[in-house]
């Protein structure tokens, strides 16, 4: 029984062929390829993400002491942004 027979699949197929054509190799590498590719999409979405997005300042400094009409403007903003 040569090397030829011993890698016979049920159906017929001579997988010793496929890995001597490089077939792996190829499909190893498009693998690879999709693989970074979809790391580097994820890591540029990410940091896209990040750079948008809107900072608040919720905890004023204990000298500040703001007006009723100061601390409702702010709520009202803060409502605005918030909803959809």
């Known amino acids: 029984m040569g090397l030829g027979e011993s890698t016979k699949v049920l159906i017929g197929v001579d997988v010793g062929d496929g890995l001597a054509s490089g077939a ?7 693998a690879v390829a ?11 979405l990410r940091a896209h993400h990040l750079r948008s ?3 608040f300042d919720l ?3 204990a000298m ?6 100061v601390v409702l403007g702010f709520v009202r903003q803060l ?3 918030i909803s959809p």
Not at 64 to 69: E, I, L, R, T
């Open 34 to 44: 999709i693989l970074i590719a979809v790391f580097v999409l994820h890591r540029h």
């Open 24 to 30: 792996v190799w190829s499909v190893t590498t498009v």
């Open 59 to 61: 905890l004023p400094t």
């Open 79 to 81: 409502v605005r942004v």
């Open 53 to 55: 997005r809107i900072r």
């Open 64 to 69: 500040v002491d703001p007006s009723p009409h």
